[in-house]
């Protein structure tokens, strides 16, 4: 079996990363800089990029460098942001949802673990959707924040402090964890992947 497969059953399944990311580049070249090498290296370790199918911002720079490297990707973008976030059409899978909630559902079902970058309100209803099902036990898959230069930081501290006042259970704080750096995603991303 090749080196990008995991075997459920008798069928052969690639590996795939769900990166959630803003549709702008942000404030730091650092962001930019982190979700090239994250493409890059999903893309030679095998891994199938599963992200929102976006050619701008943190977005596009993510797929074009998995794609430049020879990853496989799939792509999920809703009717309605078709032209806003300049659908990438050229991707492996390209899949058009009629809604934003659809979108989020078809990209969790179709990975293995998420990876969150650096984004906006887009990029946090992601991750609290997906942290809050992990919470209710609809999935147990690895969810890791990219924090880029302190930029989850505050998030972090916000989680803490909902976890404090007892509005979540302390083992909320356990169903994610942050990372500084794309290398240290990538260590994560394999200790969590099934061995073969």
């Not at 969150?116 to 036990?137: C, H, I, K, N, Y």
């Not at 924040?145 to 979540?168: C, P, T």
Request: proline content about 3%; glycine content about 12%; overall charge negative.
């Amino acid at each position: 079996m090749g080196q990008n497969t995991i075997s459920w059953g008798d069928t052969p399944m690639t590996y795939s990363v769900c990166v959630y990311c803003g549709s702008r580049a942000g404030g730091s070249v650092t962001y930019s800089e982190h979700a090239s090498a994250l493409g890059t290296a999903l893309a030679e370790a095998g891994m199938r990029l599963v992200y929102g199918a976006g050619d701008v911002g943190l977005m596009g720079i993510t797929a074009r460098a998995a794609m430049t490297a020879g990853g496989t990707t799939f792509g999920v973008i809703p009717q309605h942001l078709l032209n806003q976030e300049v659908g990438k059409r050229d991707l492996d899978t390209f899949i058009v949802t009629e809604t934003m909630h659809e979108r989020k559902k078809v990209m969790v079902m179709n990975a293995d673990a998420i990876v969150v970058l650096p984004g906006g309100a887009g990029s946090l209803d992601e991750f609290f959707e997906v942290l809050t099902w992990r919470q209710l036990g609809l999935h147990g898959k690895p969810i890791f924040l990219l924090n880029s230069e302190g930029y989850w930081d505050k998030l972090s501290d916000l989680l803490d402090h909902i976890v404090a006042q007892g509005f979540a259970d302390a083992s909320l704080l356990g169903f994610f964890t942050t990372v500084s750096d794309v290398p240290a995603v990538m260590r994560a991303l394999h200790r969590a992947r099934p061995k073969q």
